[in-house]
């Protein structure tokens, strides 16, 4: 760090506190109804008010993804709300979503592999579409993008 009340350790505890969240949240996943709108509000204020990429928002926004991608097969009643806080990615500022699509997406291939299934509502499919029409115009992240969007077109998940 650098020293008492520096940056940088600001931002150390700030991820050591991420790292717990989403510890404590896997962790409790019989839970979910009572933790989960106290996480995702701290998902939505970390994502609103990040200005310019950094190592926070990152974890946190790749961290947002993990939670719902591991959670959905095991929590059918808070499958909404879990796609439902992936909507938080599109309130990113665009120069930060700008660097962190690649990521996102490759995130989110994952989750339409392992996932897919448990997401059974119009809304939670409308999330996972709109954020493949974001990337497709990413040169890094459209291939990822590409690949989602076929495992989905051929019914692989």
């Known amino acids: 760090g650098k020293g008492a009340g520096g940056a940088v350790d600001d931002e150390d505890t700030a991820l050591f506190c991420l790292e717990q969240i989403v510890s404590i949240t896997l ?8 933790l989960w709108p106290t996480v995702s509000q701290h998902y939505a204020d970390i ?6 990429p950094s190592l926070l928002v990152e974890r946190a926004v790749i961290s947002l ?14 499958a909404e709300a879990l796609m439902e806080s992936l909507s938080l ?14 990521s996102i997406m490759r995130e989110m291939l ?31 992240a459209a291939p990822i993008g590409f690949e989602a969007l076929a495992l989905i077109m051929d019914g692989e998940v």
């Open 65 to 78: 993804v993990r939670i719902c991608r591991r959670l959905l097969k095991y929590k059918e009643d808070a």
């Open 47 to 52: 994502i609103q008010m990040a200005k310019k």
């Open 27 to 34: 962790r409790n996943r019989d839970r979910m109804p009572l």
């Open 110 to 140: 994952m989750l339409i592999r392992t996932s897919a299934p448990h997401i059974r509502t119009i809304s939670g499919w409308a999330t996972v579409c709109k954020l493949l029409q974001v990337v497709a115009v990413h040169p890094a």
């Open 89 to 102: 990615l599109f309130k990113l500022d665009p120069a930060v979503a700008d660097d962190l699509l690649e």
